[in-house]
């Protein structure tokens, strides 16, 4: 935690663990945690927090963010905890509050933070959301060969794209573009080719189904992909 920009570091006495490794479906643990930031006489108080942990895996499949298509384990952590600041000067009392939150994360193999996850309040027994956050992709354009003499479109706008996208090429550059939808099919193959020093292209993507997709510009010698979203 941190108190006017102050990062202030918490001792755990009783470990919090998050998980408990090798996790598979239907897996159910839970642990106590115990834990206060240092007592000092620079700081006239102490934060203090302790309570238990539920971890649940109930629950697999495949989950779809604009990064890609991951098979996923869903695991619910729930944390009880009692949060306590702790007042040591001039008077010396203490504010205890409950602190009841809980995470569904979708997790992947081989990656160190969730694919996809939705964090928020229990209130009452009733799960709040207060924050979703997924795997995306750059919102710039990103190829094999990654520096500007090499790199086959200026720009790729917007996205998300509704009915057109915006491709815009340096001078007397002939691209071949194919779209492929999330589950690899080809939907599109255009030719694009100007003589101008610059060139804006209008691919009308208004037929193509709401999702993810992956695009493919190549002269020949060097390919770029990229991705956006048709909503």
Same mark, same amino acid.
């Given at each position: 935690m941190?108190?006017?920009?102050?990062?202030?570091?918490?001792?755990?006495?009783?470990?919090?663990?998050?998980?408990?490794?090798?996790?598979?479906?239907?897996?159910?643990?839970?642990?106590?945690?115990?834990g206060s930031?240092?007592?000092?006489?620079?700081?006239?108080f102490?934060?203090?927090?302790?309570?238990?942990?539920?971890?649940?895996?109930?629950?697999?499949?495949?989950?779809?963010?604009?990064?890609?298509?991951?098979?996923?384990?869903?695991?619910?952590?729930?944390?009880?905890?009692?949060?306590?600041?702790?007042?040591?000067t001039?008077?010396?009392?203490?504010?205890? @509050?409950?602190? *009841?939150?809980?995470? *569904? !994360?979708?997790?992947?193999?081989?990656?160190?933070?969730?694919?996809?996850?939705?964090?928020?309040?229990?209130?009452?027994?009733?799960?709040?959301?207060?924050?979703?956050r997924?795997?995306?992709?750059?919102?710039?354009?990103?190829?094999?060969?990654?520096?500007?003499?090499?790199?086959?479109?200026?720009?790729?706008?917007?996205?998300?794209?509704?009915?057109?996208?915006?491709?815009?090429?340096?001078?007397?550059?002939?691209?071949?573009?194919?779209?492929?939808?999330?589950?690899?099919?080809?939907?599109?193959?255009?030719?694009?080719?100007?003589?101008?020093?610059?060139?804006?292209?209008?691919?009308?993507?208004?037929?193509?189904?709401?999702?993810?997709?992956?695009?493919?510009?190549?002269?020949?010698k060097?390919? !770029?992909? @990229?991705?956006?979203i048709? !909503?």
């Amino acid at each position: 935690m941190s108190i006017s920009g102050l990062p202030l570091g918490i001792v755990y006495t009783d470990v919090d663990e998050l998980y408990k490794f090798p996790l598979n479906y239907g897996d159910r643990d839970s642990n106590t945690f115990k834990g206060s930031t240092p007592s000092t006489t620079l700081i006239p108080f102490v934060y203090k927090k302790g309570g238990y942990r539920i971890t649940e895996a109930d629950g697999w499949g495949a989950v779809r963010t604009p990064m890609g298509t991951e098979m996923c384990l869903r695991v619910v952590t729930t944390q009880y905890s009692i949060d306590t600041i702790a007042i040591t000067t001039p008077f010396a009392f203490k504010l205890p @509050f409950p602190n *009841y939150v809980r995470s *569904y !994360q979708w997790l992947t193999l081989g990656q160190k933070i969730p694919y996809f996850e939705v964090n928020g309040n229990l209130v009452g027994g009733n799960f709040v959301p207060t924050e979703v956050r997924y795997r995306d992709v750059p919102r710039s354009f990103v190829g094999i060969k990654e520096n500007e003499e090499t790199q086959l479109a200026l720009a790729i706008y917007p996205n998300p794209a509704v009915n057109e996208l915006n491709i815009v090429v340096p001078k007397n550059n002939e691209l071949n573009l194919e779209i492929f939808s999330a589950s690899g099919q080809l939907v599109m193959k255009k030719t694009i080719s100007n003589n101008e020093a610059m060139n804006q292209h209008s691919i009308d993507i208004s037929k193509l189904a709401q999702g993810l997709y992956t695009g493919v510009l190549g002269d020949g010698k060097t390919v !770029q992909n @990229f991705k956006f979203i048709k !909503q």
